[in-house]
């Protein structure tokens, strides 16, 4: 069976494209980051806080118990976002910036916290 040129050129075209579409999602997928950090009992005020800083933009928090947290994506120079929730809070920082990324303990009694922020 023989193919005509502009089938061999479309095979090939949809094969050029399927591979750039496979790099440019393997590219953003290794670019991304995540950290889990804490989920360890702290007292009351206490916090758990990320192994480091990086532009991260996302910080979920979570407590074993359901009491009062704040989220929180700040670093020294000007960036300091936080918000607060019931068992559960959610902070996002859009600015580019290295941030720390904490999740507070205000429950008023000690309990089980951590977070995950991500890039």
């Known amino acids: 069976m023989r193919r005509s040129f502009r089938t061999r050129a479309?095979?090939?075209?949809a094969a050029l494209l399927s591979a750039l579409a496979l790099g440019m999602t393997t590219a953003s997928a290794a670019s991304a980051f995540s950290e889990s950090y804490g989920f360890?009992?702290?007292?009351?005020g206490g916090y758990v806080q990320?192994?480091?800083?990086h532009t991260f933009w996302l910080n979920n928090g979570?407590?074993?118990t359901g009491g009062t947290l704040a989220c929180q994506l700040f670093n020294h120079a000007k960036a300091?976002?936080?918000?607060?929730?019931?068992?559960?809070c959610t902070v996002t920082y859009f600015?580019?910036?290295?941030v720390w990324a904490r999740v507070?303990?205000?429950?008023?009694?000690?309990q089980r916290i951590g977070g995950e922020a991500e890039t």
Request: proline residues 0%; hydrophobic residues 35%.
């Open 10 to 13: 479309t095979v090939v075209a």
């Open 104 to 110: 507070y303990n205000q429950a008023g009694f000690g």
């Open 80 to 88: 300091n976002n936080v918000e607060h929730g019931s068992g559960a």
């Open 95 to 98: 600015g580019g910036e290295f």
């Open 62 to 64: 979570a407590a074993g």
């Open 40 to 44: 360890y009992e702290v007292g009351n």
């Open 50 to 53: 990320s192994a480091g800083a």
